[in-house]
């Protein structure tokens, strides 16, 4: 899905995949490529999801040493932590139930070439540990053997997730944080680049037009001020399945009516953080005064306390609210894991 921002519009184009725009992010974006793309260095390619992360390393591959070579990908949150190591490792004959021959896991048949280790912030402890060591030692094991094996590969890490974070809840490896963060690459937000927006519409227009045999859609002015005003929670791909879904429906127009935003656009407010201006209105006088006056809940400190905690569900509301309850999306909205947006959906009892 992410191969969607490839550009033949672009004279960086070549034989090599591109990153479609010319907002100043965006540029910043094909500059770190070029420069880290032949240095063997691990690189952690941030951002949310649908941006073009794997676009991005398969950009970084293609412009290296080893263009030649294999660009293997892993999704290490699509694959249940179990079969994980299996995967990633490989296994031999009689390792566990069901092992009936040898296989190679996806690093040997990244040898010589790249892996794109996607949502690394996923893995668990253990693998974290080996991964590690692969790093480290330039060797791995197969699952059930005691023999090591040299290999040459360069991993790309991406994740949409804060990894800080997850250090200091104890759940990532400062040590493995380190080695994937020798170069760091942010993909921005579709809703941080909005003057890319056409430009990408336009490249979808073409793409799908061309492959559904359809004539071009007319976008109308009342779409195009719309576009602008949505925050583009999948980002990248969000747009193009819009793009593709109006086209396969033998739309001549698009207009706004054809749109499924509007619930969200409507609103016309900022994403829930710690920097919106409206969030002090939550409470008004009355409630405020109501437990000033209640000698039980003077304490300035429990007052406080239970503003913030009002303050924190509102915006956790807003924010499923604007993602239709997709957890995922509504976490990286708040900026916070998914782990912790998690437990505060559970502590002030959300449902939906």
């Known amino acids: ?73 892993v999704n290490c949150a699509a694959i249940p932590s179990e079969l994980l190591e299996s995967e990633l490792f490989g296994f031999t004959k009689g390792a566990f139930t069901g092992a009936t021959h040898d296989k190679p896991g996806k690093f040997e048949t990244a040898d010589r070439g790249t892996i794109f280790l996607d949502e690394i912030g996923s893995l668990s402890l253990p693998l974290q540990a080996k991964i590690l060591q692969v790093l480290e030692d330039q060797k791995l094991s197969r699952l059930g053997s005691v023999n090591e094996k040299p290999i040459n590969v360069r991993i790309i890490a991406a994740t949409n997730s804060n990894l800080e974070e997850k250090i200091i809840n104890n759940d990532f490896r400062t040590d493995l944080y380190y080695r994937l963060n020798v170069i760091s690459i942010v993909v921005p937000p579709l809703r941080e680049r909005k003057e890319d927006i056409f430009l990408l519409t336009d490249y979808f227009m073409d793409k799908y037009c061309s492959e559904l045999k359809k004539d071009r859609v007319h976008i109308d002015d009342s779409v195009k001020e719309h576009f602008q005003r949505y925050h583009w929670p999948g980002n990248v791909r969000e747009l193009e399945n819009i793009i593709k879904g109006i086209i396969a429906l033998q739309k001549t127009d698009m207009i706004y009516t054809d749109l499924k935003l509007k619930e969200v656009t409507d ?79 559970e502590e002030f009892k959300l449902m939906k």
């Open 267 to 345: 609103t016309e407010e900022e994403l829930p953080s710690s920097k919106s201006s409206d969030l002090y209105q939550v409470w008004d006088n009355g409630k405020i005064e109501q437990l000033i006056e209640d000698k039980r809940n003077l304490c300035l400190k429990t007052i406080r306390g239970q503003y913030i905690a009002e303050v924190e569900k509102r915006a956790i509301c807003k924010a499923l609210e604007l993602t239709r309850w997709n957890r995922k999306n509504a976490a990286e909205l708040l900026q916070v894991s998914y782990k912790t947006l998690l437990n505060r959906i």
């Open 1 to 73: 899905m992410e191969k969607h921002l490839v550009s033949k519009r672009s004279s960086w184009n070549a034989e090599y995949p591109v990153i479609v725009g010319e907002s100043d992010a965006i540029k910043s974006v094909r500059e770190k490529i070029e420069k880290v793309s032949d240095k063997n260095v691990t690189v952690l390619i941030r951002g949310g999801s649908g941006t073009g992360k794997e676009l991005v390393a398969r950009a970084i591959h293609l412009r290296s040493k080893r263009k030649e070579q294999s660009f293997v990908t």
